[in-house]
């Protein structure tokens, strides 16, 4: 944990550049949560998720050279992790909806402590996970990307080439879908949790793909 603070993003980018490729897997573990919930809302399997993690993962590296730090380097990773989400379902969707704001906070009473962020019941997270499948592709992308993995809404738009409200309106008719079962009692961060052991799984798989490049 005390390594993952150590370095920020630009520098773990240029040691990793210098030759310190050992240091990527800190990249793989600062993002593994992201590109899992991105998978998972394309409703691709456990299995399926990890191996676009894989193939992003290797993009990333191999093209690691041509980040221009124009964007966050997690919106520059989301966006390969897309764009392998693309190439597999070959979908794209990029239909222009009415733009309308509505400003009502999805998670706004729910209660964080330590047993919800490390306990997970299996049997809500069932139902918030199904809740936000059955929602239409567009919001369910815009939602993942603002209020699940935490992009901005400039971050958003530029990840999804669409304007930024039309971010604020999709993610809010995602709300209207989700508010229900999820303000309750849930916390936004355990939807589509990447567990630890499967984190140390992603970064031996990555990094034993990238000794052999």
């Known amino acids: 944990m005390e390594m993952q603070a150590k370095y920020s993003d ?15 897997e ?9 590109l899992y919930r991105i998978g998972k809302m394309y409703r691709f399997s456990h ?9 992003a993962y290797i993009e990333v590296f191999t ?5 221009e730090n124009r964007s966050s380097l997690r919106t520059w990773i989301s966006k390969i992790m897309l764009h392998q989400c ?8 990029s239909k222009n909806i009415e733009i309308r704001e ?4 999805i998670f706004e009473n729910i209660q964080t402590n330590e047993t ?26 815009v939602f993942t990307l603002r209020e699940i993995n935490g992009l901005s809404v400039s971050e958003t738009a530029e990840v ?29 961060e355990d939807i589509f949790e990447f567990n630890l052991i499967y984190c140390d799984e992603m970064v031996n798989r990555v990094m034993h793909k990238i000794s052999q490049l």
Do not use: C, G
């Open 10 to 24: 630009q520098e773990l980018i240029d040691r990793i550049l210098a030759k310190e490729t050992a240091l990527f």
């Open 160 to 188: 999804l080439n669409i304007s930024e409200n039309n971010v604020k309106v999709r993610t809010n008719r995602a709300k209207s879908y989700l508010r229900t079962e999820i303000e309750k009692s849930y916390n936004k």
């Open 47 to 55: 299995e399926d998720t990890q191996d676009l993690m894989q193939e």
């Open 26 to 34: 800190l990249i793989i573990r600062r993002n593994n949560p992201y």
């Open 102 to 105: 509505i400003n009502a906070p």
């Open 116 to 141: 919800s962020k490390n306990v997970m019941n299996k049997e809500l997270n069932s139902v918030i996970e199904k809740s936000l499948l059955n929602i239409p592709e567009d919001y369910r992308t």
């Open 86 to 93: 693309y190439r597999k379902t070959q979908k794209w969707n």
């Open 63 to 67: 093209h690691l050279h041509q980040f």
